[in-house]
């Protein structure tokens, strides 16, 4: 079955300071998807970045930063010199494939970020 | 391109009431999602349409909601009749065919059953 944990449900730092938010993932299937949103107060979740399980090169995008390790079944998020513009709640998702089954996307509970000026 | 749009973007109504809220997705886009986030918490998938097909209902308490996606386009939720715990943001997502692809999210309607 799949799961996604994102055990960190509140975090606060200091702007400037840099944050990383933790995912972990369950699935039993060999060819799957990872996501990560984030959902500003505004309410709309903003999609960030899409990595396939075939694909472990971390990315680098601006100050956001992606660990992905199969080992491990993570994909960790890293936002390097946070600002306030970045206080939000962050998702990661999880969509795995299967022949002859349509992928459907399920979400962790989310990680509350503050960022502090 | 225009993202996906939803309506109403508020709605209170009482218990046993019924509500209906509608999404357009984005145009081309085949699949279509209607996730269930009560406060915080993540998006819990409630039906997922493959052009006007139902590729995934196993959440959707089918004893009072009910979705549809005529002409594999614009699609409804509803609601009837509404419990208290029905209180949540309805948000609406599409993406395209590809297995894989990330899926794009409307603004979603804040439904408050009092």
């Known amino acids: 079955a799949q799961k996604v944990t994102q055990a960190q449900t509140e975090i606060s730092v200091v702007e400037k300071e840099d944050v990383t938010l933790d995912c972990v993932y369950e699935?039993?299937?060999?060819?799957?998807?990872l996501f990560w949103y984030k959902q500003p107060p505004s309410g709309e979740l903003v999609f960030l970045i899409r990595?396939?399980?075939?694909?472990?090169q971390n990315e680098i995008s601006g100050r956001y930063s992606w660990n992905f390790q199969k080992s491990t079944s993570s994909f960790n998020f890293t936002i390097t010199a946070s600002q306030v513009v970045d206080s939000a709640v962050y998702f990661c998702a999880l969509s795995d494939v299967l022949v002859g089954r349509d992928d459907k996307i399920i979400f962790g509970k989310g990680t509350r970020l503050h960022i502090l000026p | 391109e225009a993202g996906v749009a939803q309506s109403p973007r508020y709605k209170i109504i009482e218990k046993r009431q019924s509500v209906a809220f509608w999404c357009n997705p984005i145009?081309?886009?085949?699949?279509l999602y209607w996730y269930q986030q009560i406060l915080g918490q993540g998006p819990k998938l409630l039906i997922q349409f493959q052009n006007n097909g139902v590729v995934d209902d196993s959440q959707l308490p089918k004893d009072r909601f009910s979705a549809e996606r005529l002409k594999g386009v614009d699609s409804t939720l509803k609601i009837q009749p509404a419990k208290l715990e029905d209180s949540a943001v309805y948000l609406c997502a599409s993406s395209s065919i590809k297995v894989g692809t990330e899926a794009f999210f409307g603004q979603g309607t804040r439904l408050t059953v009092v």
């Open positions: 699935t039993r299937d060999t060819t799957y998807y």
């Open positions: 145009s081309g886009h085949a699949t």
């Open positions: 990595r396939n399980s075939f694909d472990e």
